[in-house]
């Protein structure tokens, strides 16, 4: 606040129109009429404006635990579904003895006789071809590239970018992820298709997981989840499963 200010507006009430004395004893001109007034309308002005900007201050103010004005605020936790970590370690244990189909199939399997063998044979001999001429016999190195050649997914681009690069690029959903995602609610909504629940899992699934559900999901799905009649009666998660409880 403006001392100064304020003692001019105390004396203008105070003295009305009579002389001032200034220093060494010399009087100062009397006061205009409407002069005292007028300062006192300045500086009430002035005043004012200083108290409002002394409130906006004190409301943005930092508070002790925070280091200054430059201070992020905290954000909200993000969503994660209900009891997902106990589901995962009750996944797990059902899942400890690796005997599921998925876990005993290798390359020599890749062919999978119930799926149309037009596109497949088309499909690998047409990708052969792009990787000898493009690659030199290699695969690409990244799911943009992976997912140009014919046949190839999402799923099987971010497979084969763990599997062969050691990179983890994204979740692999397959049929089985996809189903069982959405029966344990592991999705803010209903998915309808692997690439909706793929990037509905990522959005909150903790990254060093990701290279790991896929086969974990697969086989849960394979032996337990099925698609039709699910073996609800021998999962430990059927108090924790919300497709569970109305069976």
């Known amino acids: 606040m403006n001392a100064a200010g304020v003692r001019m507006v105390t004396r203008s009430r105070s ?4 002389a001032r004395p200034r220093r060494g004893g010399e009087e100062a ?23 409002k900007s002394q409130r906006v201050n004190v409301a943005y103010e930092a508070s002790d635990g925070e280091k200054g004005e430059d201070t992020e605020p905290l954000k909200a936790p993000g969503w994660e579904p209900q009891d997902w970590q106990q589901q995962l370690v009750n996944i797990r244990t059902m899942r400890s003895g690796k005997d599921a189909p998925v876990d005993q199939l290798g390359v020599e399997h890749c062919y999978d006789p119930s799926a149309p063998p037009k596109n497949k044979v088309k499909y690998i001999k047409q990708t052969s071809a792009i990787l000898q001429q493009r690659y030199g016999g290699d695969i690409p190195a990244s799911v943009t590239e992976l997912v140009a050649l014919p046949g190839v997914g999402p799923k099987m681009a971010h497979l084969a970018m763990a599997v062969a690069w ?25 998915t309808k298709s692997p690439e909706e629940t793929r990037t509905a899992l990522e959005e909150w699934l903790p990254r060093e997981l990701w290279s790991e559900i896929n086969g974990l999901l697969v086989g849960f799905g394979q ?5 039709v009649r699910p073996r609800c009666q021998a999962c430990l998660n059927r108090a924790l499963c919300p497709a569970a409880q109305g069976l």
Do not use: F
């Not at 003295?15 to 009579?18: F, K, L, N």
């Not at 049929?175 to 609610?185: F, G, Q, S």
């Not at 032996?223 to 698609?227: E, G």
């Open 166 to 190: 050691g990179t983890v690029s994204g979740i692999a959903v397959d049929t089985h992820v996809h189903r069982i995602a959405n029966r344990l609610r592991w999705t803010k909504k209903t």
């Open 223 to 227: 032996q337990t989840c099925l698609p």
């Open 29 to 51: 001109a009397p006061l205009q009429r409407g002069e005292a007034s007028g300062e006192g309308r300045k500086s009430h002005s002035r005043v004012k404006c200083q108290q």
């Open 15 to 18: 003295q009305g129109s009579r």
